[in-house]
Antibody, heavy 132, light 107 residues
Framework: EVQLVESGGGLVKPGGSLRLSCAAS????????MNWVRQAPGRGLEWVSSIRTSSTYIYYADSVKGRFTISRDNAKNSLYLQMNSLRAEDTAVYYC?????????????????????????WGKGTTVTVSS | DIQMTQSPSTLSASVGDRVTITCRAS??????LAWYQQKPGKAPNLLIY???SLESGVPSRFSGSGSGTEFTLTISSLQPDDFATYYCQQYHSYPWTFGQGTKVEIK
């Protein structure tokens, strides 16, 4: 069974740090891009960060850039989110999500192409509360 | 950033109704759009990807359509299990963005 299990959430004071983990099982973790998405209480979904298979490409939302660091350990089938300088507005449930890759060919011979990714498997989430 | 706008924000419907949710992108995203269902206290669940492709295991009463900037999610005959919040999300370019959500309530 494909599964993602987040951990590491908790209560932290403003300015503090927290490291989230996501343990993957049931699929070849090293073959998939991975993502973090969060949801503040009573609010909608917000994409946070993405990392490619070999960590060559990494993306962040502006709201966390410079404070959060995404990383992965393919040998341990694990994804991480190091969160520093936490603010009250970072309070949310944090979800880990796997991304499926789609190849889009711009020519019939596919000698020029792009990759697109969508999130197909999500963990149950871990709650982060930033409060004094 | 690409803004995603869903309408309506809330929808009241009865079991058996045909339900349509609209999602508009602030710029063209081709068909790089996903739809998710989320129930209270649960993680989102992928329903549709590439605007109209049904994810494996998702009931066929769910369908998606659209391209460019206008997209729709349709539930052909609403079932009790379908009362939830639905989100669209573009994955055309970073930062990925979600619509604000549409809550489907029991009428």
């Amino acid at each position: 069974e494909v599964q993602l299990v987040e951990s590491g959430g908790g209560l932290v004071k403003p300015g503090g740090s927290l490291r989230l983990s996501c343990a993957a099982s049931g699929f070849t973790f090293s073959s998939y891009s991975m993502n973090w998405v969060r949801q503040a209480p009573g609010r909608g979904l917000e994409w946070v960060s993405s990392i490619r298979t070999s960590s060559t490409y990494i993306y962040y939302a502006d709201s966390v850039k410079g404070r959060f660091t995404i990383s992965r350990d393919n040998a341990k089938n694990s994804l991480y989110l190091q969160m520093n300088s936490l603010r009250a507005e970072d309070t949310a449930v944090y979800y880990c999500a796997r991304a499926q890759r789609v190849t889009y060919c711009t020519t019939t011979t596919c000698n020029n192409y792009y990759y697109y990714y969508y999130m197909d498997v999500w963990g149950k989430g871990t709650t982060v509360t930033v409060s004094s | 950033d690409i803004q995603m706008t869903q309408s309506p924000s809330t929808l009241s419907a009865s079991v058996g109704d045909r339900v349509t949710i609209t999602c508009r992108a602030s710029q063209r995203i081709s068909g790089w759009l996903a739809w998710y269902q989320q129930k209270p206290g649960k993680a989102p669940n992928l329903l549709i990807y590439k605007a109209s492709s049904l994810e494996s295991g998702v009931p066929s009463r769910f369908s998606g359509s659209g391209s460019g900037t206008e997209f729709t999610l349709t539930i052909s005959s609403l079932q009790p299990d379908d009362f939830a919040t639905y989100y669209c999300q573009q994955y055309h370019s970073y930062p990925w963005t979600f619509g604000q959500g549409t809550k489907v309530e029991i009428k």
